[in-house]
């Protein structure tokens, strides 16, 4: 995950980005998205506020009359219950994959971490019988995205599900991102028997991410408009406290405790989040930014799905907003909660199989 969301100068004219951090709600945002979005942020902010107090005030007619901040919540899912196999997704396993990844150091350029990363990923995946492909964006060892596929029966319009391996120079990155690599393997494993699916699945483990996305946005070339993914993007540190950018603080009460997973969506990739949400049971936070919070979200390897117009949804414990140890050399396998991130995968794995039906 990006410490800050990357300049527009780098990711085309997107959009104009305001100095960044990362997460947000759900049917509010969805609401507010909606609206016409006034051009000053202030005024945005000030819009956003009034727009929810009166949503509030009508609530609050509708039942007791008392008066209490609408509260930002993690949802637990109404249904959860699905008419699909239900994976055996393994904790032990994550840890041993994360404990791997780790074990050589940070994931960065020419650092040894790399070459054994890489290493471990292609022979996890070959020994699932998974042939791997190399897709290379560039001319030196680190510039390699893996790519792993159980290809399907009738439509070559791939369901992704993705993760970046690399780190930042200092951080050993355990749950950024060997938490998601990890899962992507966990996932793989298990997938790798489904009866010939509809449409291809892919397994993409991305480089370049920390640097800018850069595995991600390559990796657009190679594939389909209809190709859809989901990123895992940080999913294995749980604590007792959360926070929430600063700029949504005027209209959102922070969760107080860091035990939910983060679905973060545009409009376009809403039916996604809907159908990941239905499979979890853990706590989730489905979040829909308007254009004018976007900027927060734009950290990670869904930015160049956005951009090229195709659906994909983040899936994170939402980074630096709960976890301590964010881009440090004490982000270490020690400090992840794998029955959590066990709960993650076994999720993706249901939606991943509903998708490529
Ligand atoms: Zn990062």
Redesign the pocket.
């Known amino acids: ?3 800050r969301p990357c300049a527009p100068t780098s990711r085309g004219s997107r959009r104009r980005l305001v100095s960044g951090l990362p997460l947000p709600s759900t049917a509010t945002f969805v609401r507010l998205a909606r609206r016409p979005v006034p051009r000053r942020r202030d005024q945005a902010l000030r819009a956003a506020s009034t727009a929810n107090v009166r949503h509030e005030q009508r609530a609050i007619r509708r039942t007791d009359g008392r008066i209490r901040k609408r509260a930002m919540r993690p949802a637990f899912p109404a249904v959860a219950r699905i008419p699909y196999p239900v994976a055996m997704i393994s904790a032990k396993r994550l840890r041993a994959h994360v404990e791997a990844l780790t074990a050589h150091g940070p994931r960065f350029e020419d650092l040894p971490g790399v070459a054994a990363c890489l290493r471990y990923s292609t022979d996890q995946l070959s020994a699932m019988g998974l042939k791997v492909r190399v897709e290379r964006y560039g001319s030196e060892l680190h510039q390699v995205n893996l790519v792993a596929e159980i290809e399907g029966g009738t439509s070559d319009d791939a369901v992704e599900l993705c993760a970046h391996w690399d ?2 120079e200092v951080s050993p ?1 355990a749950d ?2 060997a938490s998601g690599v990890a899962g992507v393997l966990e996932a793989a494993r298990v997938l790798r028997d489904a009866d010939l699916p509809a449409r291809t699945i892919r397994f993409c483990l991305f480089g370049g ?2 640097s800018g996305f850069d595995g991600s946005a390559a990796h657009q070339a190679f594939i389909t408009a209809q190709t859809e993914s989901i990123v895992f993007e ?1 999913i294995g540190h749980t604590a007792a406290h959360q926070r929430i950018p600063d700029e949504l603080s005027d209209f959102l009460e922070a969760p107080e405790r860091g035990d939910f997973i983060a679905l973060v969506a545009d409009e376009r990739s809403q039916d996604l989040q809907t159908r990941f949400a239905r499979h979890l049971e853990i706590p989730s936070l489905p979040l829909i930014l308007p254009a004018f919070a976007e900027h927060v979200a734009m950290r990670s390897d869904h930015v160049p799905y956005w951009d090229a117009g195709r659906r994909s949804l983040l899936v994170t414990d939402t ?1 630096d907003y709960r976890n301590a140890h ?2 440090r050399a004490d982000d270490t396998a020690d400090t992840l909660d794998y029955e959590f991130a066990a709960n993650v995968v076994t999720a993706a794995v249901r939606t991943v199989t509903e998708l490529a039906q």
């Open positions: 995950m990006l410490l780190t930042v990155g950024d991102n991410e920390e940080m980074a964010y881009h």
